[in-house]
């Protein structure tokens, strides 16, 4: 039986931001399956993209107010093999802010089946662009991400 967002161990529903992807000859090994490094560039341009819908460009970012995210820590469970030409959805959720921080959640699926493929933790630390220390979360990032809450 597939492992699916409602019979993984690891189980939680999928909802967030979802960003499409597809399966490219390049992004396989010789076994003809998704490298395991690619699903790291699948969910990194998901959690672009999820940015970009908020309305940040992350170049811009750097410009004005200074600031960009680096990956502090990554923790990933590989649970199925997807393949050349496949069609993927990554999904894209904040399980946690800090003040400084943000942690995602992420999967990709397979929708043909609602295959769950791979699950990912990331930490990103918001760094002043030009000495890289940690600093905190603009105010606009903050209320983009938590609409309606005070900040």
Do not use: H
């Not at 992004?27 to 940040?56: I, K």
């Not at 199925?80 to 943000?102: C, D, H, K, M, T």
């Not at 918001?126 to 990032?141: G, K, Y």
Request: glycine share 6%; hydrophobic share 40%; proline share 7%.
């Amino acid at each position: 039986m597939p492992v699916t967002p409602s019979s993984s161990p690891l189980s939680r529903s999928v909802t967030g931001f979802l960003w499409p992807v597809r399966v490219y000859y390049e992004d396989t090994d010789a076994g003809g399956v998704v490298y395991y490094a690619n699903y790291l560039r699948f969910m990194e341009r998901a959690r672009t993209e999820y940015l970009r819908r908020l309305g940040f460009e992350q170049d811009e970012l750097m410009r004005d107010p200074g600031v960009l995210f680096a990956v502090r820590s990554v923790q990933v469970d590989y649970l199925l093999p997807a393949r050349f030409n496949e069609r993927l959805q990554v999904s894209v959720e904040i399980a946690r802010q800090g003040r400084a921080s943000l942690t995602f959640t992420q999967d990709v699926i397979r929708p043909a089946d609602a295959a769950l493929l791979c699950r990912g933790e990331i930490k990103v630390a918001c760094l002043e662009a030009t000495s890289f220390r940690v600093c905190a979360i603009p105010e606009s990032i903050t209320r983009a991400i938590n609409p309606g809450e005070p900040t």
